[in-house]
């Protein structure tokens, strides 16, 4: 499917500018901001959802200048994109920073400058903007039911993964033409809470990663999505509490072996590269059972965990950043060593708990 522009309706300054299709999706300069600049990326529904009641509003914010636009989401996915500089004129290389549900947090802002104050070049990604969808939620089903929604939760959770896997391709693409000196140096990915969960996806798409961090993440995504304490999605089945239960436990396994790009299917299938992995031992937003899931597929790489829930580990997340950068620039320069030598990286298999 053509890869058309969202409606986007100008409120104030300037509207974005289309710079065309990359790869699958439509990218739009929406504008500069501190050390670079803002895109929003877009590809269209095959089956469009219901508008939000509240449109999506974009700020686009540089030296007392501001965007505002509204974005259409029923038919478009979108992604939002921020590119900044390394501070420094030679940069170390670039990070693929793939944000949280929270749109790059005031934690991770944090996270990202100190990725710039240590030479590196960042593309932050944002998951689909609406990507918990509630339109189809409030349907009530029966177990006669159960394989239409566990494949349609199957689609669901695919497409969200994929979603960021083609943003970013299309990003990179994108400065591949217009900004190639971003480009420059390792790739490393660092994947946040939901962000996390699309970094497998996102590795294999691209291939050609250095490192890889992962801080919240798992994997088997229905058991995530219908078990976080956020409430992504609590089925209506009818019937007995007991058949509710058995239909809920067969959901979860039914989604899980329809998709396709689900962590625990994919993870075990990238390339060796460095692989570090920050895990809360008490999360409830992306069960702390789903993250060990997540680094057994991975194949048990290096892990610190903490004694933590997923909220507080983001708190505290410009605390850890010049470590986990120190880990970073470690596992890179160790790679590019091997490398040169014509040497196998070594198995992953590292532990801590802090």
């Known amino acids: 499917m053509t ?7 100008v409120k104030q300054g300037e509207a974005p500018l289309d710079e065309g299709i990359f790869k699958n999706c439509r990218v739009l300069k929406a504008g500069p901001v501190r050390d670079g600049f803002a895109l929003v990326v877009a590809s269209q529904r095959q089956t469009p959802v219901r508008e939000q009641e509240h449109p999506f509003v974009l700020t686009v914010s540089h030296d007392g200048d501001e965007n505002i636009f509204e974005l259409k989401t029923s038919d478009h996915r979108i992604s939002l994109v921020v590119v900044r500089a390394a501070h420094g004129a030679r940069p170390r290389g670039l990070a693929i920073y793939l944000a949280s549900i929270m749109l790059i947090s005031r934690e991770e802002q944090a996270f990202i400058r100190c990725l710039q104050r240590r030479g590196w070049n960042v593309v932050a990604i944002t998951p689909a903007v ?40 299309a990003v990179l693409a994108y400065l591949e033409s217009s900004e190639p000196a971003y480009l420059r140096g390792p790739r490393i990915v660092v994947g946040a809470s939901a962000g996390a969960l699309a970094t497998p996806a996102v590795i294999k798409r691209l291939g050609g990663i250095d490192a890889a961090v992962y801080i919240g993440g798992g994997a088997h995504l229905p058991e995530i999505v219908l078990e976080s304490s956020m409430r992504i999605y609590r089925p209506r089945i009818k019937g007995k509490v007991a058949d509710r239960n058995d239909s809920l436990s067969r959901l979860k396994e039914l989604a899980l ?25 008490f999360d409830r937003v992306v069960p702390s059972s789903t993250g060990e899931l997540l680094y057994e597929a991975l194949g048990r790489p290096e892990r610190w965990r903490y ?5 507080a580990l983001f708190l505290n997340l410009p605390l850890q950043a010049s470590r986990v950068i120190d880990w970073i620039e470690e596992a890179v320069q160790h790679r590019e060593s091997l490398t040169k030598c014509g040497d196998d990286p070594p198995p992953p298999g590292q532990e801590a708990s802090l």
Not at 137 to 159: K, P, T, V
Not at 257 to 274: G, H
Not at 307 to 311: C, F, Y
Request: proline share 9%; charged share 20%.
């Open 257 to 281: 072996k329809r998709s396709q790009m689900d962590p625990l299917k994919v993870a075990p299938a990238l390339p060796p590269i460095p692989t570090l992995l920050l895990t809360a031992e």
């Open 307 to 311: 004694p933590l829930g997923h909220i």
């Open 130 to 169: 609406n990507l918990f969808a509630k339109e189809r939620r409030g349907e009530e089903w029966n177990a006669s039911q159960l394989a239409q929604q566990a494949g349609m939760m199957a689609r669901e959770i695919d497409n969200g993964l994929a979603e960021t896997a083609y943003a970013t391709e």
């Open 3 to 9: 890869a058309t522009a969202p409606s986007c309706l």
